[in-house]
Nanobody
Framework: QVQLVESGGGLVVTGDSLRLSCVAS????????IGWFRQAPGKEREIVAA????????YYERSLKDRFTISRDNAKNTVYLQMRNLKPEDTAVYYC??????????????????WGQGTQVTVSS
């Protein structure tokens, strides 16, 4: 069972950037699709972006595509989420998740098998 640990969250102001990291414990990390999700207070968890095992296929939630970039470094067992021009509506707990079923980059949280504990991102105006 893979363990995922997110880091990089914090309190920033509108327009700032943050880079989140998700580090996996499992040496088979490069066989997992990894997704970033977020959940704001009172709202459902939503996908932000996801990346295939090799990094060759990437999905972004449409409204975030211009500001967020997902990438991975399999040698470091790490997936990154670079977030630019942050807005107050980006405030949420951000989670990374691993899907052990290869072959597709899935967009729904129920497709993912392992989850990190989350990292808080707060954007003040």
């Amino acid at each position: 069972q893979v363990q995922l640990v997110e880091s990089g969250g914090g309190l920033v102001v509108t327009g700032d950037s943050l880079r989140l990291s998700c580090v996996a414990s499992d040496r088979t990390f490069n066989t997992y699709v990894i997704g970033w999700f977020r959940q704001a207070p009172g709202k459902e968890r939503e996908i932000v972006a996801a990346i295939s095992e090799s990094g060759g296929v990437i999905y972004y939630e449409r409204s975030l595509k211009d500001r967020f970039t997902i990438s991975r470094d399999n040698a470091k067992n790490t997936v990154y989420l670079q977030m630019r021009n942050l807005k107050p509506e980006d405030t949420a707990v951000y989670y990374c998740a691993a899907d052990r079923d290869p072959g597709a980059v899935r967009r729904t949280s129920d497709a993912y098998d392992y989850w990190g504990q989350g990292t808080q991102v707060t954007v003040s105006s």
